[in-house]
C-alpha cells in the first residue's frame, strides 16, 4: 500500500519532502544523545562544548538536527494516514453491506425478537452439564469483573481524560483560527484573507532559524544574524 497506493497519491496531491539537514558526525554527542538525553540543558551544553570542541551554538544546532532526523518525514506521516483513512473507508463500507439488509437495521425493535433465547449451544445440546457449568462460573465472573469494575471505573475514566485533552487542544485551535494566530494545520481568518491553523497533535520539527527568533526577541530584529538598531537612537562609535 505505501509503495503502489500512498506514494503516487502523494504526488498526485503535492506532498512534498523537506530537505532536512543533517547533523555531522560527533562520537561525543551522539553517546550524550543516545546515553543521556536528547534535550540537554544548557549547563549540558556548555560541557560538551568544551569536550567536543565545537561552540555552544554548534552543539544546539547539532541537537536539533539530530532529533529532526529521527522524526518522521512528512511522506511517511501521509502515508500512515492514507492508510488509516482507506483502512476506516474500507471497514465501514464493509460494515454498512453486511447489515444493510437486515430488520434491525431499519427497525431497533427487531433486535429484542426472540430474547433471550439464544442458538448454536454446543456443550448443552451436547450433554456436558459440567462443561456448562464451569463455562457459565467462569462468564459469570468475567461479566461481573469486567462490565461492573474495569469498564466504569477504569476504562471510561481514561476516555474521559483522553476527551478533556483533545477538548483542550480543539479550545486552542479555535482561538487561533479566530484571532488569526496560525502555523499550519487548518484555516485561520487574518488580514486580507485566511490563513493555516496549526494542528495542536502535530509533532512540530525544528528548524535552523530557531535560535535567530530566540536571538530576535533578546535582542531585537536581526539582518543577516546581527540585530537592527533603532532608527530612533544614534549608533554609538
Same mark, same amino acid.
Given at each position: 500500500?505505501?509503495?503502489?497506493?500512498?506514494?503516487?497519491? $502523494?504526488?498526485?496531491?503535492?506532498?512534498?519532502?523537506?530537505?532536512?539537514?543533517?547533523?555531522?558526525?560527533?562520537?561525543?554527542?551522539? +553517546?550524550?544523545? $543516545?546515553?543521556?538525553?536528547?534535550?540537554?540543558?544548557?549547563?549540558?551544553?556548555?560541557?560538551?562544548?568544551?569536550?567536543? &570542541?565545537?561552540?555552544?551554538?554548534?552543539?544546539?544546532?547539532?541537537?536539533?538536527?539530530?532529533?529532526?532526523?529521527?522524526?518522521?518525514?512528512?511522506?511517511?506521516?501521509?502515508?500512515? $494516514?492514507?492508510?488509516?483513512? %482507506?483502512?476506516?473507508?474500507?471497514?465501514?463500507?464493509?460494515?454498512?453491506?453486511?447489515?444493510?439488509?437486515?430488520?434491525?437495521?431499519?427497525?431497533?425493535?427487531?433486535?429484542?425478537?426472540?430474547?433471550?433465547?439464544?442458538?448454536?449451544?454446543?456443550?448443552?445440546?451436547?450433554?456436558?452439564?459440567?462443561?456448562?457449568?464451569?463455562?457459565?462460573?467462569?462468564?459469570?465472573?468475567?461479566?461481573?469483573?469486567?462490565?461492573?469494575?474495569?469498564?466504569?471505573?477504569?476504562?471510561?475514566?481514561?476516555?474521559?481524560?483522553?476527551?478533556?485533552?483533545? $477538548?483542550?487542544?480543539?479550545?486552542?485551535?479555535?482561538? +487561533?483560527?479566530? %484571532?488569526?494566530?496560525?502555523? &499550519?494545520?487548518?484555516? &485561520?481568518?487574518?488580514?486580507?484573507?485566511?490563513?493555516?491553523?496549526?494542528?495542536?497533535?502535530?509533532?512540530?520539527?525544528?528548524?535552523?532559524?530557531?535560535?535567530?527568533?530566540?536571538?530576535?526577541?533578546?535582542?531585537?530584529?536581526?539582518?543577516?544574524?546581527?540585530?537592527?538598531?533603532?532608527?530612533?537612537?544614534?549608533?554609538?562609535?
Amino acid at each position: 500500500f505505501p509503495r503502489y497506493v500512498a506514494t503516487p497519491l $502523494a504526488g498526485l496531491l503535492n506532498v512534498k519532502e523537506k530537505i532536512r539537514l543533517k547533523a555531522t558526525p560527533n562520537a561525543v554527542l551522539e +553517546k550524550f544523545y $543516545a546515553a543521556t538525553t536528547k534535550h540537554p540543558k544548557q549547563a549540558d551544553v556548555e560541557m560538551l562544548s568544551k569536550k567536543s &570542541g565545537c561552540t555552544v551554538r554548534q552543539v544546539e544546532r547539532w541537537f536539533r538536527r539530530r532529533r529532526n532526523q529521527d522524526r518522521p518525514s512528512l511522506l511517511k506521516k501521509f502515508r500512515e $494516514a492514507s492508510w488509516r483513512f %482507506t483502512f476506516y473507508l474500507i471497514a465501514f463500507i464493509a460494515g454498512m453491506a453486511v447489515i444493510v439488509d437486515k430488520p434491525w437495521f431499519y427497525d431497533l425493535r427487531e433486535v429484542w425478537k426472540g430474547y433471550p433465547i439464544q442458538t448454536a449451544k454446543m456443550f448443552n445440546y451436547a450433554g456436558w452439564r459440567n462443561t456448562c457449568n464451569n463455562i457459565f462460573i467462569v462468564f459469570a465472573a468475567v461479566f461481573i469483573i469486567t462490565r461492573l469494575v474495569i469498564l466504569p471505573f477504569c476504562m471510561m475514566a481514561v476516555l474521559q481524560l483522553l476527551h478533556i485533552f483533545w $477538548a483542550y487542544l480543539i479550545i486552542r485551535m479555535a482561538q +487561533k483560527f479566530i %484571532t488569526g494566530k496560525a502555523r &499550519g494545520g487548518g484555516l &485561520g481568518r487574518a488580514r486580507g484573507g485566511w490563513r493555516v491553523v496549526e494542528d495542536e497533535r502535530s509533532d512540530r520539527e525544528e528548524t535552523d532559524n530557531s535560535e535567530e527568533e530566540e536571538e530576535a526577541a533578546k535582542n531585537g530584529p536581526l539582518s543577516n544574524g546581527h540585530p537592527v538598531l533603532n532608527n530612533n537612537h544614534r549608533k554609538n562609535d
